[in-house]
C-alpha cells in the first residue's frame, strides 16, 4: 500500500537523518486498545495492539520532532443480539508531531498528528455481509514519558487518543475484493473507531 511505503521511507530517512547528528528514537510498542465508542466497545473493547514508531527531531537543539507509526490489531469478539462470531483486524498509520520537554524523570512530550486506519471484519451473522473492509481518517494526540535505561536504550510509556470513523451512509461497502451494494435489509460497514491506547514502548535512540 501507498502509506506502508511511506513508512518504510522513514526507515530509509532514519539512517540519513542520523549522519546528520539529529536525535531519533525507534522503539516497538505494545498496548492495550480502549473503545470508547459502544457498539465497538461491546464487541471489541480491551484489545492488545502492537507496532513500531520513529520519532526523527527536525532540527538540532530543537524540542520539535517528526514521527511515523503503524500498529496492527487482531481481536475475536460476538455480535450484539444474535451472539454471533465476529472478528475485526485493524491497521492503523499515523504521522505528526511530537514537542520533547526535558524533565528530572526524563522526556515528557505531547504530540499531535493524523491516523487512517483500515478495518477488516469478518462477520457470520445472516445480517451483515460476511467479510467487509474500509477505511478512515482522522487526527490523533499523543503524550507520554521517556525514561532513559542506559546504553542508547530508553522506555516510553505513553498514551494515545484517536479520533477515526469508518464508513458512511452511503450503504456501500468493499466485499471480498469487489464492489457491493449493501441490500436494504443488511447493516451496512460503520464504525466508531476512536480509542483510548495505554501502553509502553522499548526503543534505542540514535
Known sequence: ????????????????????????LVEFKGACFFAPGSTFKDIYNKAPIFGPEITIQLLERCPWYAFGSLDFLNKHGHSLGLET??????MSWAFGFKCLAHSLFGDAYFGVGIQ????????YSPDVIPCTSDSGLGAIIKCGLICDLGYDLFIDYFADFSFVRVGSNQGVAQCCNSDVIIPPTVVPLKADLASIIFGIGLGCRF
Not at 1 to 24: N, P
Not at 85 to 90: D, E
Request: glycine letters at 6%; aromatic letters at 16%; one cysteine or more.
Open 1 to 24: 500500500m501507498r502509506i506502508i511505503s511511506l513508512f518504510y521511507g522513514w526507515l530509509l530517512s532514519l539512517f540519513c537523518i542520523t549522519a546528520w547528528g539529529r536525535d531519533v
Open 85 to 90: 462470531m465476529t472478528k475485526a483486524k485493524i
Open 116 to 123: 487512517k486506519d483500515y478495518l477488516k471484519t469478518k462477520n
